[in-house]
């Protein structure tokens, strides 16, 4: 029943921009956090941002002031608009969710989406 389902990735150039959907079934938004994860090929995944209930918003440091996490409660989706992408943003992006609190510690997460790819690249 519980559902995460990434979509907005695919091949864009250093300096463009994605925007990054999850939508989540099975679970309220009032009542979790949801945050993004990335990997790329041999690197441990990466939390890269997280909103929690309260609309409370973390990013790692490596993307602060580009990207920005957003919720649609009616929708039960959460964006990751990505901008002024660099190639060390390639990776696979996943959607997570853990209850109430924010984190970016994949450890904190039990609940993993499939996840979509991001390529940057000239």
């Known amino acids: 029943q519980l559902q995460f389902v990434e979509s907005g990735g695919g091949l864009v150039q250093p300096g463009g921009s994605l925007r990054l959907s999850c939508v989540v079934s099975?679970?309220?938004?009032?009542?979790?956090?949801i945050a993004w994860f990335r990997q790329a090929p041999g690197k441990a995944r990466e939390g890269v941002s997280c909103v929690s209930p309260g609309d409370y918003t973390i990013y790692t440091d490596s993307v602060e002031g580009r990207f920005t996490i957003s919720r649609d409660i009616g929708k039960n989706t959460v964006y990751l608009q990505m901008n002024n992408l660099e190639p060390d943003d390639t990776g696979v992006y996943y959607c997570a969710a853990r209850s109430l609190a924010c984190s970016l510690y994949e450890s904190a997460f039990s609940r993993w989406g499939q996840g979509t790819q991001v390529t940057v690249a000239s």
């Open positions: 099975g679970l309220s938004l009032d009542s979790y956090a």
